[in-house]
């Protein structure tokens, strides 16, 4: 079974199709960013709305990385509650961040709006559900802690949450109506194309092979040119690659892999997410649930699509939908692909200070609205030249010991799960 990029759902139904050159030759900018996901594609959209000069240089092409494998959820906020932030960045750190991430679903759909970006915006809301019982637990302290900090948000028990997911297997859900449903690799390549228009130069197929610090700028080589810049943004997230001088910051890469059905009939969109909210679940082995502009319902979980457990992922996959829809048990699953996660220790998004540029990593399966509401971040505190501008302070050094071996405990305990249960 392929799982790659050009084999999922987001790349055949994607309505945005800028293109962009190869870099060649030799070049000067304000700021070079590295990466095209949305973290870099934001950047250099604001760069270049505040008169900068950019270059943005992606290796593949715009959102082949986590942003075209995305499930499409523009949530506000963290997976943490806003308690765990603030234990982990301190109070004033932490409930700034959490302020600032209740408003990134706005800037996002507002950047659609704006820009005209072809993405099937659907701002519905979306509902965490719980997966048991047991789950309602944790809905009950994140719905305390999110009403603490004026959050919109709404418990529902176990009745409305059936009515509204047309599911019985849920157990009650937290609905938060700030929040909504794109597609996402139109999206990053709409953000590319807004780039563009603002007169931001972004070049595809153009990997970054070194970068130096030399005097007061930066150096960045690739295959077919060279680049100088005063300023550099490091987006590439969970898709680093090796780069002479840059040593990427260590991640904990988790994979998340999808499917899709058909389009659905109608007399089944009227009970199966009739208001078209997202879902995705409380079990520790997370999965996901939504539906597209078509009326196909995307459905994933966690783990990978290239490893020696890919076989009892894809026959989970058939079995969790029926779990959930037993009227979908019968239903042609299609459109397999997976993508690679960047989380840290904390389950927090770190900047690093790299002395004339930023590096930006670790969304933890939240990389729409603080990628967007990052990117935008970075560029406006390195053309201002001031940090505090940053959602988050600017690390000096980062590490995570033992970065492999969690990733596979992550990896094993999806597989194991997966042979064992419908959750």
């Known amino acids: 079974m392929t799982s790659d990029l050009a084999s999922g759902l987001w790349h055949q139904t994607c309505q945005e199709t800028p293109a962009f050159p ?103 809301g979306t509902l965490h559900c719980a997966h048991a019982p047991s789950g309602l637990k944790d809905l009950q302290r994140r719905h305390a802690q999110l009403r603490a900090i004026g959050a919109p948000v709404e418990l529902l028990p176990r009745e409305e949450a059936v009515q509204r997911t047309g599911s019985e297997a849920v157990h009650g859900a937290l609905f938060d109506p700030r929040a909504g449903t794109i597609q996402p690799l139109a999206y990053a390549r709409g953000l590319a194309r807004a780039a563009a228009a603002a007169g931001a130069q972004l070049h595809t197929r153009s990997p970054a092979t070194a970068i130096r610090r030399d005097g007061g700028s930066w150096q960045v080589a690739t295959p077919k040119g ?128 790299l002395q004339g540029g930023y590096a930006c990593f670790g969304y933890s399966g939240r990389g729409i609205g603080p990628g967007t509401l990052f990117g935008a971040a970075m560029a406006e505190a390195l053309l201002s030249g001031d940090s505090t501008r940053l959602p988050v302070p600017p690390a000096k050094d980062h590490a995570i010991p033992f970065a492999g071996l969690r990733s596979a405990y992550y990896e094993t305990g999806a597989t194991l799960t997966h042979l064992v249960s419908d959750r």
């Open 22 to 124: 190869e870099f060649s030759g030799e070049a000067e900018a304000d700021l070079v960013v590295i990466g095209g996901g949305y973290t870099g594609c934001s950047a250099a959209l604001k760069a270049a709305e505040l008169g900068a000069s950019v270059r943005l240089i992606e290796a593949e092409d715009t959102g082949s990385g986590g942003s075209g494998r995305n499930v499409g959820l523009a949530n506000a906020g963290l997976w943490l509650p806003p308690e765990d932030i603030n234990a982990a960045l301190g109070t004033e750190a932490g409930s700034r961040l959490s302020a600032l991430l209740a408003g990134a679903p706005q800037i996002v759909f507002e950047l659609i709006a704006k820009h005209a970006i072809q993405c099937e915006p659907e701002r519905k």
């Open 226 to 353: 060279s680049l100088r810049a005063r300023h550099l943004i490091m987006a590439t997230n969970a898709y680093a690659r090796g780069i002479s001088g840059y040593e990427a910051p260590s991640v904990i890469p988790v994979h998340y892999f999808q499917a899709a059905t058909d389009p659905l009939p109608a007399a089944l969109l009227e009970k199966i997410l009739p208001n078209k909210e997202g879902c995705w679940d409380t079990a520790l082995v997370m999965s996901s649930w939504r539906l597209d502009q078509a009326g196909r319902l995307v459905i994933g979980g966690m783990g990978a699509l290239n490893h020696a457990g890919s076989a009892l992922h894809c026959s989970w996959l058939p079995r969790k939908l029926a779990a959930l829809y037993p009227e979908l048990k019968d239903a042609r699953l299609h459109s397999h692909w997976h993508g690679r996660i960047a989380m840290t220790t904390e389950h927090l998004p770190k900047i690093l200070d």
